[in-house]
């Protein structure tokens, strides 16, 4: 199992968690995005740059993932090729989506683009709180101690 981490939006934070988990637990973790990306040296994480482009990120994480993997994306259509391709997607609120909410998420998420194209003002996402850096890490403990053997 890997994870990867579409890293173009991920905040910091999440990041940060993420490498003290692939540290903890040898679990190699990619980071993919469009820039070049700092990360700390460790043979389990790595940052790979993509071409500038819609999607150039999202595409190459569908590409290399397979059966198992745990991709990091608030990205709702990536997360749902990733969960139609087998894998997992988590994302950095601690929330996963799946089989059963992935067209919910898919659906507002196209109601919303739709309204604002057509001149709606709508709010963003919300604020990044500490309860969500709180989320994100018991959600990724209890994904990493039920899928690896230690």
Same mark, same amino acid.
């Given at each position: ?42 043979p389990h994480i790595r940052a790979m740059q993509v071409d500038k ?5 999202d595409n190459k994480i569908v590409e290399l993932l397979v059966l ?57 996402? &919300?604020?990044?709180?500490? &309860? ?6 018991a959600k990724l403990d209890q994904f990493l101690a039920r899928n690896?053997?230690?």
């Open positions: 199992m890997q994870i990867w981490v579409d890293a173009d939006a991920c905040p910091v934070v999440i990041k940060e968690i993420l490498f003290k988990a692939a540290k903890r637990t040898s679990v190699h973790t990619t980071l993919v995005a469009n820039r070049l990306l700092q990360v700390p040296p460790s482009g819609f999607d150039v990120a198992g993997d745990l991709v990091i994306t608030a990205d709702i259509p990536l997360a749902a090729q990733v969960v139609a391709k087998g894998g997992h997607a988590l994302n950095p609120r601690g929330e996963f989506y799946t089989k059963e909410n992935i067209q919910e998420r898919l659906s507002m998420r196209n109601l919303m683009e739709e309204l604002r194209a057509n001149g709606v003002e709508t709010s963003g996402p &919300s604020t990044f709180h500490a &309860s969500d850096k709180q989320a994100f890490a690896l053997k230690f």
